[in-house]
């Protein structure tokens, strides 16, 4: 059947770009699909402070009246002049088995590249490094995370198809949490935490840790500021991720590290698995969603790793054994089996290090592809 796409024009089109994978992965066992809510807020220009740099567009691809695939083009003007690399991003990639599909709604991404004067597509990537990125390639048995992109195995061979290849890879491990702390971690954090100095921050309420907030982004910022395609945040943006991610933050399960100063120097941002609860809230907070992800939060046995990041002066010198050590603590505490570390891009040897004092399995790839235009 012919496959026509059109641009994303009309809030009624929006719904449809939005309601796609929920469709596509309805019912699927490792899908773990994200609130509508969160993904309506991202990607409105109203709504979502990075289009103060960003352009996006967006398109659906139809087969008769049927909406067969999505996806989204994105500008990112920070990116360009950080990296000085004339790249658009492409994300929100969704599709049928359907290699007509690939190649239309990917042209069209390529064809608004070129009109711009750039030199190269690369994704899946959102607007910032804290939006959803890399496209599954090891690792569909498992089941997905809010934090990463679950995809069906067609995807990356009918994108390889299309003249994309490997430009980066991140990650993921499955992390068997111990009974007790092991001691080598725990000798090693305090032997650390005494050398230079440093305190650990126990909040019981999640309001202690609001004041921590503004340095824990501008630390990502430091931290990260070398990673594949980071750009820094903005304070608008910081902001909008306190009031975004904030209200659910479980305080046992955030470690946070401050020097002789009081200055956050590290932190691990983690929470109990939302993973099923989301699958049972099907996109939608009510009528029973929100149900669903309080009773996760509050008894799980299962751990998201979301963000660690350590000062640049102190990387490589055990901070992050601290951090694991406190989390490992509460961890144990709560009834946590298993944790997930999320992505980590596959050269990061700091942030694999931790993984030393544990039983993992690195389960899961996941690939962001690029292709270079002929101008």
Not at 132 to 140: A, K, Q, R, Y
Request: glycine share 6%.
């Amino acid at each position: 059947m012919e496959t026509i796409v059109k641009e994303v024009v009309s809030k009624k089109d929006l719904k449809k770009f939005i309601n796609l994978p929920y469709d596509l992965y309805k019912g699927h066992q490792y899908h773990v699909p994200p609130l509508k809510f969160d993904e309506e807020g991202t990607l409105r220009k109203d709504k979502n402070p990075a289009f103060d740099y960003c352009e996006a567009k967006y398109w659906l691809a139809y087969q008769g009246d049927k909406v067969v695939g999505r996806i989204a083009g994105i500008l990112n003007k920070s990116y360009i002049e950080k990296w000085h690399n004339k790249y658009v991003r492409f994300g929100w990639f969704d599709f049928i088995d359907d290699q007509a599909v690939v190649n239309a709604l990917i042209g069209q991404v390529e064809n608004w590249a070129k009109e711009l004067g750039m030199s190269a597509v690369h994704g899946p990537l959102g607007f910032t490094d804290l939006d959803h990125e890399g496209m599954l390639v090891e690792g569909f048995d498992q089941l997905g995370t809010l934090a990463t992109i679950y995809n069906y195995p067609y995807y990356p061979t009918l994108l390889a198809n299309a003249g994309y290849v490997k430009d980066v890879d991140w990650l993921e491990y499955k992390i068997t949490l111990p009974k007790v702390v092991p001691e080598k971690l725990e000798k090693i954090a305090l032997l650390v935490q005494k050398r230079y100095d440093l305190s650990v921050i126990h909040a019981k309420k999640a309001k202690d840790i609001l004041p921590y907030a503004t340095q824990l982004f501008h630390l990502i910022n430091s931290a990260y500021s070398d990673l594949y395609g980071v750009v820094p945040l903005t304070e608008k943006q910081i902001s909008y991720y306190t009031k975004q991610y904030f209200s659910f933050i479980r305080p046992d399960f955030v470690s946070l590290v401050t020097n002789k100063e009081g200055k956050l120097v590290g932190f691990g941002i983690t929470m109990p698995s939302l993973s099923l609860a989301l699958q049972k809230a099907k996109g939608n907070l009510l009528p029973f969603g929100l149900f669903h992800l309080i009773k996760a939060i509050k008894k799980n046995n299962l751990g998201d790793l979301y963000l660690v990041a350590v000062d640049k002066d102190l990387q490589g010198k055990g901070v992050n054994a601290i951090i694991m050590y406190e989390l490992t603590k509460s961890y144990i505490k709560a009834g946590i089996e298993y944790a997930e570390s999320n992505p980590e891009l596959e050269t990061n040897r700091h942030v694999q290090a931790m993984w030393q004092y544990y039983d993992v399995q690195q389960h899961k790839r996941r690939r962001c592809f690029i292709k270079q235009l002929n101008n």
